[in-house]
């Protein structure tokens, strides 16, 4: 069957320190992977999108990999800040023809210590 | 920034009764969803339109529930007779397109039926 799987528990982290956030999935062949912050109450925030043919993928603070061979993606973010605390959830995108829909893990929650 | 607006923010329902939530997507996006998360559990998608109609439903969409793009802006789910079940955050997405698109979330609306 098809998974999406991200880490259960939640990650406390000290402020300054880089937090890194593993999603794995199988039984998919995602052509991106995109990953979204999701704040208690409100609706998820598009981050980054990651495709297939590449490897890694910056946007300020952030970092995400991508490696379609162990079907992993890690997504980094470098000197955390307690406002980075929050759910954040990895994506893929699935569908056939010329429409597709994200298909969601259950998000990791960062807790960034002062 | 554009924004996906949902309305109402919050909705309580008796139990059997009609609700319908509405949306209104990114002016210029072309593919419309909605999603669910019951508390504490993952996003999960339920429908995407395109081109005036559904592209796609999951096996949460069944007869009970029906999308309509009225009048070109608003974009509306309508549940016919609630269940408890039913209690859920309803999100709204749009995007540009599939593939290396974001999409857009709306806030939500919590509805609770009673």
């Known amino acids: 069957s098809q998974k999406i799987e991200q880490n259960s528990e939640a990650l406390n982290i000290q402020e300054g320190k880089t937090a890194t956030l593993t999603c794995n999935y199988t039984n998919y062949s995602p052509a991106y992977l995109q990953w979204y912050r999701q704040d208690p109450g409100r609706g998820p925030v598009f981050l980054l999108l990651?495709?297939?043919?590449?490897k890694e993928k910056r946007k300020e603070r952030l970092k995400v990999t991508f490696d379609t061979t162990l079907k992993q993606s890690l997504f980094h973010i470098t000197a955390s800040q307690p406002a980075d605390s929050a759910t954040y959830l990895c994506?893929?995108?699935?569908?056939?023809?010329?429409?597709?829909?994200?298909?969601f893990g259950q998000g990791t929650t960062l807790q960034v210590k002062p | 920034e554009p924004e996906v607006t949902q309305t109402p923010s919050h909705q309580v329902t008796q139990m059997g009764q009609e609700v319908i939530l509405r949306c209104v997507p990114i002016s210029n996006h072309l593919y419309f969803y909605w999603y669910r998360q019951i508390l504490g559990q993952k996003v999960e998608f339920l429908v995407s339109?395109?081109?005036?109609?559904?592209?796609?439903k999951s096996e949460i969409f069944d007869d009970q529930f029906s999308v309509e793009r009225p009048d070109g802006s608003n974009f509306t789910l309508k549940i016919r007779s609630t269940k408890l079940e039913d209690s859920a955050m309803y999100f709204c997405?749009?995007?540009?397109?599939?593939?290396?698109?974001?999409?857009?979330f709306g806030s939500g609306t919590r509805l609770t039926v009673v």
């Open positions: 994506a893929l995108e699935t569908g056939s023809g010329n429409t597709g829909k994200l298909i």
């Open positions: 997405a749009s995007t540009l397109g599939t593939g290396p698109y974001g999409y857009t």
């Open positions: 339109f395109y081109n005036n109609e559904i592209s796609e």
């Open positions: 990651i495709r297939e043919n590449e």
